[in-house]
C-alpha cells in the first residue's frame, strides 16, 4: 500500500476488491459532503457514477461514524467486496477520501476500481501542518494560492499562513486605509543578481488581495479542511506601509516601498499613539476577513537602531520604566496580543521576537538555529511552539542547499525535552519569494518538498519515500505543474530519521 504520508496503522489482507458502475454507496448524513466529493473523484477515473442507498446491506461502499476515533482520524477496511470507511467528524472522513484516492488510484482513468482488501487506522501526529507562502515578496494571486491549499489537503496539511506584509510589498486590501494599496502594493524595482552581481532593475512589481478574493480564498480553503492564517509582520519589515504613511516611522522620511530584500532599518515607531491604532485598525479589518484562531504578527529581525535615537520611542521607555529596547518591543507585542485577544484570537510570532517578558500565551514559531530555540524556550517552558528549522524547511533554498533528504530527516522534537514535548503543536514549512518571480519557479521549489513535509508534519515513519511519492509526481505531470524531477534518481528509498 503506497499512501502518502504514511499512515499510522496499515496492512494489506488476503482477498482483494472490485467495483464497477454497479456499485452503491451508504453514507450517513453528516457525512453526505465527502461521500459526494468521493463519488466525483470516482467519476473522474472511472466515468461512472456511484448511486447512494439508503440499505446498508445493498452497499459496497459505507461512510459509517464511530464517536471513538479522533478528530482528524480515519479507519479504512477493504474486505469481502465492500469498504467501510469510519470517522467522528467530517474532517477525518476528507482525510480518508483522500487515501482512498491514493489506494483505488482515483488520479488515474481507468474502467473499474481493483485493489488488494486492507486495513489502515490513521491520524496525524500534530494538529498543526503548515505551509508559509511569502506573497508580499513576489504577489502570487488566489488562483495560486487556491491551488496549493488544494495540493496541501490530499496530503493532510491544514494550515496556509500567508505572509501578507513586508518591506517589498502590502498585499491586503484594508478599507481604512486606501493607500496600503494604491502606493504600499506596488515596488518600483527590485534587487536582482546576475553573475553574482546585484543590481536593482526597473521593472515595476505589484498587486494585492482584495476582501471579495480573500473570502473566496477562505471559503475555498475550508472545504478542503485548510486554516488560513494571516500574517502581518511588525514592527520590523513594514516599510511598504511605512511608505504610504510616513508619520508611522521614527523618521517620518520613508518615501519608497523597499527594492532591495535584505531588512530596512526604518521601523514602526514604538513610542508614537498613532501607531498603535493604525496597526489595531488593520488588525481589526483582519479578523473580520479571517475566521482563524491565529494572527501571526511576524516579530522576526528587528533592528532597533531608531528606537535608540527617537525622542518619542525614549519617551514611551521612561514612562514604562523599560531599560531595553528588547522591553519595548515585547512591550509593543503585548498591547496587540491584548488587543486580538479581545476578539479570541491568539498570536504566534517568530523565537527572534520572544523574550523572558513575552506572555506565556503566544505561540513560538522556532525557526533559527538551535541555541536561539533553546533561548527561546527558557523564557518559558509551557509555551506552546511551532517547529520550523529554516535549515530542512525553508523552501526557496536550492536543492543542493537543502536536498529533499534533509528535510525528512526533520525530527520535530529535536533540543525539546521530553516532558515539553506536549508543547509542540507542530510543523510549519516556508517559501519566501525574494528570488522566486513566476509559478514555475514557485512550484520547482514546493514540489515535491511540500509531500516531504507532509510526511514530517504527520506521520511518524518516513519508510519508502521515493516509492510512495512517485503517483504524486504523475499527479503533477498530469496537472502540468513544474516539480523538481531530479531527486527521484538519487538514493532516497531509506531515509534515516535522527531519533524518530
Ligand atoms: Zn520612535
Do not use: K
Given at each position: 500500500m503506497k499512501i502518502l504520508p504514511y499512515p499510522q496503522k496499515s496492512e494489506n489482507i488476503n482477498g482483494s476488491f472490485c467495483i464497477d458502475g454497479n456499485a452503491k454507496i451508504f453514507c450517513k448524513s453528516e457525512f453526505q459532503q465527502q461521500a459526494e466529493r468521493f463519488a466525483d473523484l470516482v467519476y473522474g477515473s472511472c466515468g461512472f457514477f456511484l448511486q447512494f442507498t439508503d440499505v446498508i446491506e445493498d452497499a459496497q461502499i459505507i461512510f459509517a461514524r464511530d464517536e471513538n476515533l479522533p478528530q482528524e482520524g480515519y479507519v479504512i477496511m477493504i474486505s469481502q467486496g465492500v469498504a467501510t470507511v469510519t470517522g467522528s467528524t467530517s474532517r477525518g472522513i476528507f482525510y480518508a477520501v483522500e487515501s482512498l484516492r491514493q489506494i483505488f488510484n482515483l488520479d488515474e482513468t481507468q474502467r473499474q476500481i481493483v485493489c488488494n482488501d486492507c486495513y489502515v487506522e490513521d491520524r496525524p501526529q500534530f494538529a498543526y501542518r503548515a505551509l508559509m507562502l511569502d506573497i508580499a515578496r513576489h504577489f502570487f494571486g488566489p488562483s495560486v494560492i487556491k491551488q496549493i491549499i488544494e495540493l496541501m489537503s490530499q496530503v493532510k496539511l491544514n494550515v496556509l499562513h500567508l505572509h501578507l506584509t513586508d518591506d517589498q510589498g502590502f498585499r491586503l486590501q484594508i478599507d481604512k486605509y486606501p493607500l496600503l494599496t494604491e502606493?504600499?502594493?506596488?515596488?518600483l524595482g527590485s534587487e536582482v543578481t546576475v553573475d553574482g552581481e546585484s543590481y536593482i532593475n526597473d521593472v515595476p512589481h505589484g498587486g494585492y488581495l482584495t476582501k471579495d478574493e480573500v473570502k473566496d480564498i477562505v471559503a475555498f480553503a475550508e472545504s478542503h479542511n485548510v486554516e488560513i492564517v494571516p500574517e502581518i509582520d511588525i514592527?520590523?519589515?513594514?516599510v511598504a506601509a511605512i511608505a504610504a504613511y510616513?508619520?508611522?516611522?521614527?523618521?517620518?522620511t520613508v518615501s519608497e516601498v523597499r527594492k532591495k530584500w535584505s531588512a530596512s532599518k526604518d521601523i514602526l515607531c514604538a513610542g508614537n499613539d498613532k501607531v498603535y491604532r493604525f496597526v489595531e485598525d488593520v488588525l481589526d479589518e483582519i479578523c473580520q476577513l479571517f475566521p482563524s484562531r491565529y494572527v501571526h504578527l511576524g516579530g522576526e529581525e528587528v533592528v532597533k537602531d531608531r528606537w535608540c535615537n527617537c525622542k518619542l520611542c525614549c519617551e514611551r521607555m521612561s514612562e514604562l520604566k523599560l531599560d531595553t529596547v528588547e522591553e519595548l518591543h515585547t512591550h509593543m507585542i503585548e498591547v496587540f496580543r491584548k488587543h486580538l485577544e479581545s476578539k479570541g484570537k491568539t498570536v504566534i510570532i517568530r523565537n527572534d521576537g520572544v523574550t523572558k517578558n513575552t506572555d506565556e500565551r503566544i505561540v513560538s514559531q522556532l525557526w533559527t538555529p538551535v541555541k536561539r530555540v533553546k533561548d527561546a524556550k527558557k523564557a518559558d517552558a509551557e509555551r506552546l511552539v511551532i517547529v520550523a528549522p529554516r535549515k530542512k524547511?525553508?523552501?526557496?533554498?536550492t536543492y543542493k542547499a537543502l536536498p529533499l533528504r534533509r528535510t525528512l530527516k526533520l525530527n520535530p522534537f529535536r533540543g525539546i525535552k521530553k516532558s515539553e514535548r506536549a508543547n509542540v503543536l507542530g510543523v510549519e514549512g516556508a517559501v519566501w519569494t525574494q528570488h522566486i518571480e513566476n509559478e514555475e519557479q514557485l512550484y520547482f521549489q514546493l514540489l515535491p518538498r511540500l509531500d516531504a513535509l507532509a510526511e514530517c508534519a504527520w506521520s511518524k515513519r518516513r519508510k519508502d519515500f521515493a516509492l510512495r511519492v512517485q503517483k504524486r509526481l504523475a499527479y503533477y505531470d498530469k496537472l502540468g505543474l513544474n516539480y523538481n524531477r531530479k531527486f527521484v534518481r538519487k538514493k532516497q528509498a531509506k531515509p534515516r530519521v535522527d531519533g524518530v
Open positions: 502606493i504600499a502594493s506596488v515596488r514592527p520590523g519589515h513594514f510616513p508619520e508611522l516611522s521614527c523618521t517620518g524547511v525553508n523552501f526557496n533554498r
